[in-house]
């Protein structure tokens, strides 16, 4: 598994972990697509994963990333940064 930031940490209820995925200017099918299958291979049913996104982003692809990835937005275990 890669991601660009890796977070990890030992608490009372034992190790956490964070995989970050930055991308700079997502506005292109290819780039979208390379998105979401980094993503996938780090599994986001099992992992907690955060997708930040910077720069030109097309609002299309935010949407189909939201909807792909409704479930595991809902409990917790994705979300996306607009920054």
């Known amino acids: 598994m890669e991601a660009d930031l890796y977070a990890c940490w ?5 190790e956490k972990e964070i ?3 930055v991308r700079r200017n997502l ?3 290819a780039e979208y697509e390379r998105l979401v299958g980094q ?8 992992h907690r994963i955060v997708a930040v996104l910077c720069g030109k982003v097309d609002e ?5 990333i ?3 990835y409704k ?3 809902e409990g917790g275990s994705f979300a ?3 920054a």
């Open 66 to 68: 939201r909807e792909r």
């Open 27 to 29: 506005g292109r099918k």
């Open 39 to 46: 993503i996938e291979e780090l599994d986001s049913k099992k």
């Open 10 to 14: 030992n608490g009372i209820l034992g």
């Open 60 to 64: 299309d692809y935010i949407a189909r």
């Open 71 to 73: 479930k595991q937005i």
């Open 19 to 21: 995989f970050f995925r």
């Open 80 to 82: 996306i940064i607009r």
